[in-house]
């Protein structure tokens, strides 16, 4: 014990001298974290209650620092860097740094906050960007160290030990070419002292609505309702064989004639022969919707008294989203014997009922979120308890047509089908009422230690116990009424190793450099599910500063989730879908919802990490990480309705017996395997322009400098095939195979960078994705995407700067954001080089361009 704590002291001292040099946080002799931000001298040793002594480096408030110091990480970003990007919430920064920090399958990072865990993302997600002193990515090995499977990369927040804030703020923006105007209002109190934290904010957000017709999209020539209407045969076939003779030719389709005289005649019918009359629905439906909401979150954390620390984060949110749907598209059957028609037989008319009032939706999602955290120390374990509460009810009421059977009856008994049908006959609406609700009551454990110390280092060991219960009741309430209710109990168990076999700095097989390994393994029981496992095992390989290498094997095992087995089930009539079958838009019903059915997901991801930093004294990271993964049983969903995806589940589309396509169910599957092999490269850099002011200088403030930030991160996939079900034929998703509504791109990027100078800036985030095709039946229905490229920028400015002599200008910032600056849009086009209707450009993207502008006050 003595030794060990000369071993700490000797430690400590060479930690503050080399602070002092180079400010580079590094690692004590029992592997906890320090900070290099940490201005300060780390406080002196305490008196536990228990009368033993309490070392610093475990004081559970946690130190601001580094979450692991044995990994490089992919990016740091500063608060020059973040100041740069002009940042006025988290959401703003995430949204440059979320490109890098999700993993190769998509998932969200962890979070830590001061090298700490959090209850929530709320802890951090309350934050103004002015509270962070630096943010570091870590790859997915750096999660083993908090208790996590190393899947996903971690975020890790430092933030300043003083800060003290009160936030309002302001934004309105719109489209350039109109529509869906939006405006929010924030209040938000943040302050930090030392260990203990509060912070308050409220919201409001209000989106216009986007009408389809403020935008450029042609109507479909495949959708026959009209106003007054189409007649077409049953079955497609002909209409009628005088209507036939009259227009010369074989007459499928014919639209109601404008003039009324003309309706009651068979010629009048033959001017408009095979040529359908088409409808612009623009004005009756909604691309965007209406949206209204507010939320309120808090979060306050701190000491509790001298050995245990925690926070509590309280957070509610309501949206209310309100669309119109377009106008009841209804198909009314006219017997040969209704005294308005002039045909013989009967025959169907296809309109819109432009006499009543458009279709609606409406939907309200409000959230609730409890959570909490208490961490300590006993025993050199650094433990932590976190618990949360969530819930979350999405209510929403679908007008999705008009019952008919009056009409239709009224139409049999003489009443006039061309015209404007009598409003008793029309007030019937076939409504869907659906609700979910979930509910998820959860606790972790995490304990970590390092207990043994072998010749290289110490032995880092963290272990970790959770629990939760989830239920989920849905209902659907409507002509296709559904019910489920499903509740699952999780309980999970695991430990994770970090073993040093070789250091440079303890000078033992320093020839190797710096090397270590590591492993974890997870046992869940869920219930419904059995026992899952997940297991990793991977190694750590510094051959020299500046160079590290990370090699992984992981499995893992996951079930569905609540809401994919348990959405309700909801019927659509009437929706347009594109066939890749013939190139040709289908009115089909359309079936959403849940699978109660689903199994459970099992993956295997092999990787291969080199992070380089070639500049000791420059912030400048290259990293590069090659991923094999294997896939069974992946819960997803099909939206493309391929040849090759009927032959291979042909239980989910329902084709007439001419082959139209009729019902098409958008439900979750498992799909039996699937191969990806992926290469993501990160290239990162920050720091200051212009050269460093002498040494010489007079004392004072140096001279302000601009600094900058910058990085990007290509990806390329190599491969990616498919197998829906054992037995079925392999897809290509890179050559064209498709089970979305596009294709799959083989190169992306994003890109992001900005300069800062005393609070004035500007910044910019781009994304990239290559061509990709969907390949289908015939010409038609093959489809090229084009590359797309995206850019937004912003330019801010601190309004003191440039009106020091007004009072009010204090802290003021103004900012103009232009999302998707170049207006750029997909062009997509069939082997016939037509662009789908389906595929319009407004209709891929129907926001373009926005401009907003945003004034914030700081107090």
């Known amino acids: 014990m003595i030794l060990r704590r000369k071993h700490r002291s000797l430690a400590r001292a060479w930690l503050r001298s080399a602070l002092a040099c180079s400010g580079a946080a590094i690692i004590g002799f029992d592997g906890t974290p320090v900070a290099a931000q940490q201005s300060s001298q780390p406080p002196a040793p305490q008196k536990a209650e228990s009368g033993g002594d309490l070392a610093s480096d475990i004081i559970v408030t946690g130190q601001r620092g580094s979450a692991v110091t044995d990994i490089e990480p992919l990016a740091t970003y500063d608060a020059r860097m973040i100041a740069g990007v002009g940042a006025t919430t988290m959401e703003d920064l995430m949204r440059v740094i979320r490109p890098a920090a999700r993993s190769a399958d998509g998932s969200e990072p962890i979070f830590l906050l001061n090298a700490q865990r959090v209850s929530g993302y709320q802890d951090i997600g309350t934050l103004p960007p002015e509270a962070i002193e630096k943010v570091e990515l870590l790859p997915e090995a750096a999660a083993l160290k908090f208790g996590y499977p190393p899947t996903r990369r971690v975020l890790n927040f430092i933030t300043k030990r003083q800060f003290r804030q009160i936030e309002v703020r302001g934004t309105v923006g719109s489209t350039t070419r109109g529509g869906s105007a939006r405006g929010d209002a924030n209040l938000g109190l943040t302050r930090l002292h030392n260990d203990s934290r509060l912070t308050v904010n409220l919201e409001y957000r209000h989106t216009e609505p986007l009408f389809q017709s403020e935008r450029n999209i042609a109507p479909d020539p495949d959708i026959l309702f009209d106003s007054p209407g189409n007649v077409t045969g049953l079955n497609r076939g002909e209409i009628d064989p005088a209507l036939s003779a009259a227009a010369g030719r074989l007459v499928t389709v014919a639209p109601v004639p404008e003039a009324l005289a003309d309706r009651a005649t068979v010629a009048g019918f033959a001017t408009g022969a095979n040529q359908p009359r088409l409808f612009d629905s623009g004005p009756y439906r909604t691309m965007v919707a209406r949206n209204d909401a507010v939320k309120a979150e808090a979060v306050v954390a701190g000491r509790i008294g001298k050995t245990l620390a925690g926070s509590l984060s309280l957070s509610a949110e309501q949206s209310r989203d309100r669309t119109v749907a377009g106008l009841a598209p209804v198909t009314l059957t006219v017997p040969g ?65 008009i019952d008919m059977t009056a009409a239709n009856t009224a139409i049999a008994g003489g009443a006039n089908p061309f015209g404007p049908l009598d409003q008793s006959l029309v007030q019937a609406r076939l409504v869907d009422v659906a609700q979910l609700r979930t509910r998820t009551a959860s606790m972790k454990s995490v304990i970590t230690n390092t207990p043994i110390r072998l010749p290289a280092g110490v032995v880092a060991v963290t272990a970790s ?190 084709r007439d017996a001419s082959g139209r396509l009729v019902s098409v169910a958008y439900q979750p599957i498992n799909f039996y395997r699937e191969r990806q092999r992926t290469l993501n490269l990160i290239i990162n850099s920050s720091g200051m322009l212009g050269k460093p002011p002498p040494k010489t200088a007079a004392p004072g403030p140096a001279p302000a400098r601009a600094n900058f930030y910058a990085g990007m991160g290509p990806s390329i996939k190599f491969s990616n095939r498919l197998q829906l079900r054992p037995g079925t034929a392999e897809f290509d998703l890179l050559r ?17 960078g900005g300069i800062n100078y005393l609070g004035n800036g500007m910044s910019f985030d781009c994304w990239y994705n290559g061509a990709s095709r969907a390949r289908g039946a015939t010409p038609a229905a093959d489809l090229r995407f084009s590359p797309i490229f995206k850019l937004n920028m912003s330019a801010f400015i601190s309004v003191h700067h440039f009106l020091k002599t007004q009072q009010w200008t204090k802290k003021v910032q103004l900012k103009v954001s232009v999302s998707n600056i170049t207006d750029g849009q997909q062009q997509v086009r069939d082997g016939n080089g037509r662009i789908p209707n389906r595929y319009q450009p407004d209709y891929l993207d129907p926001v373009g361009r926005t401009v907003s502008l945003t004034l914030r006050k700081l107090l």
Do not use: C, M
Request: net charge neutral; no cysteine.
């Open 465 to 654: 116990a959770e629990f939760d219960r989830s239920t989920a009741n849905s209902f659907t309430r409507g002509a296709n009424p559904f019910e489920l209710h499903i509740g699952r109990t999780r309980i999970e168990g695991g430990v994770a190793i970090d073993i040093p076999i070789a250091s440079r700095r303890e000078k033992i097989l320093s020839f190797i450099g710096d090397f270590s390994v590591n492993a974890s393994a997870n046992v869940r029981e869920v219930g419904g599910f059995g026992s899952l496992t997940d297991t990793t095992f991977g190694a750590t390989w510094g051959p020299f500063a500046g160079v590290q290498l990370i090699a992984q094997i992981k499995r893992s095992a996951a079930a569905p989730s609540l809401a994919d087995l348990s959405n309700p089930v909801i019927r659509l009539s009437d929706v347009p879908l594109f066939d890749f079958g013939n190139g040709r838009t289908e009115l089909v019903t359309l079936i959403t919802g849940g699978n109660p059915d689903l199994t459970a997901e099992h993956r295997l991801v092999r990787s291969l990490g080199l992070t380089i930093k070639p500049f000791a004294k420059r912030e400048l990271r290259l990293s590069a990480t090659y991923e094999a993964t294997t896939i069974r049983d992946r819960t997803g969903t099909v939206y493309a309705v391929t040849p090759q995806v009927e032959a291979a589940l042909p239980d989910l589309f329902v």
């Open 736 to 752: 064209g195979d498709t089970t979305g509504a596009g294709g799959a791109f083989r190169v992306g990027s994003y890109a992001y």
């Open 337 to 401: 014997a209704n005294p308005y028609s002039p045909f013989a037989g009967t025959v169907l008319l296809s309109r819109y009922l432009t006499e009543v009032d458009p279709l609606r939706q409406r939907q309200t999602t409000t959230t609730l979120h409890a959570g909490g955290l208490v961490r300590g120390a006993i025993a050199g374990w650094r433990w932590d308890l976190s618990a949360a509460l969530d819930q979350q009810t999405i209510a929403g009421l679908n007008e999705r047509s």
